[in-house]
């Protein structure tokens, strides 16, 4: 199973993007899905998970501007960025747990390659 991201690039403050990430390969199940995102000389930060039952959360940070959505049956999860800002200058990972196999006992991590995102002007 691999994570593919893709959608970062660069935007003007107030502009919108949109981050994919999918999984490949065969799955039984996708538990938890989440994006996190990291700045030069930050910690990474969890900006937004869902869980496979449709609970969806989203920090304070991006809170009414950042939307995170997901389709189990496409083994993908998107995460929409509206009024980006500066800050939100970063590189985003998504991040998927896993239950590969059914003879595991626990699901796996999974992290994607991240995806650069830059806000200026």
């Known amino acids: 199973v691999q994570l593919q991201a893709s959608g970062g690039g660069s935007a003007q403050p107030g502009g919108s993007l949109r981050l994919s990430c999918a999984a490949s390969?065969?799955?039984?199940?996708?538990?938890?899905m989440s994006w996190f995102r990291q700045s030069p000389g930050q910690e990474r930060e969890l900006i937004a998970d869902?869980?496979?039952?449709?609970?969806?959360r989203v920090a304070d940070s991006v809170r009414g501007r950042f939307t995170i959505s997901r389709d189990n049956a496409k083994k993908t999860q998107w995460l929409q960025m509206n009024d980006l800002k500066p800050e939100d200058t970063a590189v985003y990972y998504c991040?998927?747990?896993?239950?590969?196999?059914?003879?595991?006992?626990?699901?796996?991590?999974?992290w994607g390659k991240g995806t650069l995102v830059t806000v200026s002007s």
């Open positions: 991040y998927m747990n896993i239950w590969v196999d059914p003879s595991d006992s626990i699901a796996q991590h999974f």
């Open positions: 869902s869980t496979r039952y449709g609970v969806l």
């Open positions: 390969g065969s799955v039984v199940s996708i538990n938890a």
